[in-house]
């Protein structure tokens, strides 16, 4: 049986990581496109401190926020996500995720267009 070399078991654990991360930020998308507040509230710690355009707090008052803000905007909505970059150090990871975004507006006729990036740290 041929053993792994620490330098080849150390690229597959951080890749590991890197699809730990992935899952994650895909978790957090599909549950605010969903409201899905338990889906949703996975992602975070919960005494993270998120800053997501006027919005700065906790992920409890984020999910609210954004229920609120959507149900009043939108009736549906799409997030994709793009490449990631993440540089994985211990139990801590710093990543910036592209995103596109797509808010049906109410009414149905009307489509807002937006993208951006996540900027992240993750902590194991």
Not at 11 to 36: F, G, H, M, N, P
Not at 96 to 102: G, K, S
Request: charged share 25%; hydrophobic share 40%; net charge negative.
């Amino acid at each position: 049986m041929m053993s792994m070399s620490a330098e080849r078991q150390a690229k597959l654990e951080a890749l590991l990581d890197k699809q730990d991360i992935w899952e994650c930020l895909v978790r957090t998308s599909r549950a605010a496109d969903r409201a899905d507040r338990e889906l949703f509230l996975s992602g975070y710690h919960k005494d993270a401190t998120i800053a997501a355009g006027p919005f700065v707090g906790g992920p409890e008052d984020l999910c609210d926020w954004a229920a609120d803000f959507q149900s009043k905007t939108y009736c549906a909505t799409f997030h994709k996500l793009h490449q990631l970059s993440c540089d994985v150090d211990g139990d801590t990871a710093h990543a910036e995720t592209y995103y596109f975004f797509v808010g049906t507006l109410l009414g149905g006729e009307t489509n807002l267009l937006a993208g951006g990036r996540y900027i992240d740290r993750f902590e194991r």
